[in-house]
């Protein structure tokens, strides 16, 4: 299946769909958000700012409180995830490939 996505381009983070998406259209503040999620103004607005990475349990939250699965939450967090991997690799070069008869064994 192909990608549409640009891969030269960072995904867009979670948070930055709260920010400039979900806030807006329910015209609520960060923290009417906190108090909604029942968490800290601060972890929240890390979030918005892409400070902090969407956890299973804030994707659980953010889930339940909009009405969407937490999976796409996290699908989004992990497509940001390996984007900034994918751009280092020079931490994985040291690391060499297992050849496939050793797979096989």
């Not at 999976?71 to 496939?100: F, N």
């Amino acid at each position: 299946m192909k990608n549409l996505r640009d891969p030269n381009r960072r995904p867009t983070h979670p948070g930055a769909i709260l920010r400039e998406d979900v806030l807006p259209a329910l015209a609520m503040t960060q923290t009417e958000l906190a108090d909604r999620l029942n968490i800290s103004r601060l972890s929240v607005s890390q979030l918005l700012h892409e400070k902090r990475s969407m956890t299973p349990e804030m994707a659980a939250r953010v889930g339940k409180f909009l009405n969407t699965t937490p999976e796409s939450w996290l699908r989004m967090q992990e497509a940001v995830d390996l984007w900034e991997v994918q751009q280092h690799p020079e931490r994985l070069a040291g690391i060499k490939p297992i050849k496939a008869e050793l797979i096989a064994a």
